[in-house]
T-cell receptor, first 115, second 112 residues
Framework: DSGVTQTPKHLITATGQRVTLRCSPR?????VYWYQQSLDQGLQFLIQ???????AKGNILERFSAQQFPDLHSELNLSSLELGDSALYFC??????????????FGPGTRLTVL | LAKTTQPISMDSYEGQEVNITCSHN???????ITWYQQFPSQGPRFIIQ???TKVTNEVASLFIPADRKSSTLSLPRVSLSDTAVYYC?????????????FGKGTRLSVIA
């Protein structure tokens, strides 16, 4: 158990809908990262927040947005969902900003299925 | 951000030592090298991290030559449960704001 929690574990929805994925980082960790992993694909970095502020952006679509709240939990919002958005979405946290010897700890993921 | 190159896949028999090499030619002075393991439908799990020479823990060893342009993850006497994808990551300089980014990884298959 990494200490990172994600809810829900599974989510099934229809095209065009909007969903929110939630992540609670390990106690004391300031950074939260979001990744997307499609079937047989590598991890695609979406976005990072550090202490409430956006720190880095990866291949995140305009239909996706995220935020980190004062209690450091984070939410990833996915809107106008398409079939291709079906994937595992992982959240990770790290103690600091992500560089150097900072280590990411991953949650169990949320499996999103868009029908 | 240092780019990493690792083999796409490797096969090994149970009980053998497995070495996975990662190339990172443009590694920066302050970069650390970190390896993660991922099982299907699970999040990656930290295995080992190093800066130079050799690091060993209860799971693996990490060998880093003096020029730091590559690193080798060594898994002693693998078992079927070591079948997973292994990712090599090289960190961004502390002055930058780009986090570690995962590549495609190496898919290790352990055969009985």
């Amino acid at each position: 158990d990494s200490g990172v929690t994600q809810t829900p574990k599974h989510l099934i929805t229809a095209t065009g809908q909007r969903v929110t994925l939630r992540c609670s980082p390990r106690s004391g960790d300031l950074s939260v990262y979001w990744y997307q992993q499609s079937l047989d694909q590598g991890l695609q970095f979406l976005i990072q927040y550090y202490n409430g502020e956006e720190r880095a952006k990866g291949n995140i679509l305009e239909r996706f947005s995220a935020q980190q709240f004062p209690d450091l939990h984070s939410e990833l919002n996915l809107s106008s969902l398409e079939l291709g958005d079906s994937a595992l979405y992982f959240c990770a946290s790290s103690p600091m900003g992500g560089a150097g010897e900072d280590t990411q700890y991953f949650g169990p993921g949320t499996r999103l299925t868009v029908l | 951000l240092a780019k990493t190159t690792q083999p796409i896949s490797m096969d090994s028999y149970e009980g053998q030592e497995v070495n996975i090499t990662c190339s990172h030619n443009n590694i920066a002075t302050n970069d650390y090298i970190t390896w993660y393991q991922q099982f299907p439908s699970q999040g990656p799990r930290f295995i080992i991290q190093g800066y130079k020479t050799k690091v060993t823990n209860e799971v693996a060893s990490l060998f880093i030559p003096a020029d730091r342009k590559s690193s080798t993850l060594s898994l002693p006497r693998v078992s079927l449960s070591d079948t997973a994808v292994y990712y090599c990551l090289v960190g961004a300089p502390p002055s930058g704001n780009t986090p570690l980014v995962f590549g495609k990884g190496t898919r290790l298959s352990v055969i009985a």
